[in-house]
């Protein structure tokens, strides 16, 4: 079992940064591929940046791309999101995801594909 608990959403200006971080509680974290998630109101939850277990393979959405890294601390149990240059259809509610073994690219912005969810944390950036 994993618990995932969310950090560091607030409210930024547009061009702004921030960074979000995920605490994992459980054994074998390095062993999970982490996602981040977002949705905003009346929107589906959509993909963000994924990490693979190895930790060597991310992806990100084309949206986000060049603007937001993700990367993880296998000894801290925590997976991190770095936010740049945010822009106010960044705002959304983010969710940390985490699914035991590697994704695939064919899998890892399906929802489903993660077992575990943390509970969320708002971003809301204004212009």
């Known amino acids: 079992q994993v618990q995932l608990v969310e950090s560091g959403g607030g409210l930024v200006q547009a061009g702004g940064s921030l960074r979000l971080s995920c605490a994992a509680s459980?054994?074998?974290?390095?062993?999970?591929?982490m996602g981040w998630f977002r949705q905003a109101p009346g929107k589906e939850r959509e993909l963000v940046a994924a990490?693979?277990?190895?930790?060597?393979?991310?992806y990100y959405a084309d949206s986000v791309k060049g603007r937001f890294a993700i990367s993880r601390a296998n000894a801290k149990n925590t997976v991190y999101l770095q936010m740049n240059s945010l822009k106010p259809e960044d705002t959304a509610v983010y969710y940390c995801?985490?699914?035991?073994?590697?994704?695939?690219?064919?899998?890892?912005?399906?929802?489903?594909?993660?077992?575990?969810w943390g509970q969320g944390t708002q971003v809301t950036v204004s212009s």
């Open positions: 459980g054994r074998s974290f390095s062993s999970y591929s």
């Open positions: 990490i693979r277990s190895t930790g060597s393979i991310t």
């Open positions: 995801a985490a699914v035991g073994g590697p994704i695939t690219i064919a899998t890892m912005a399906i929802p489903s594909t993660y077992n575990y």
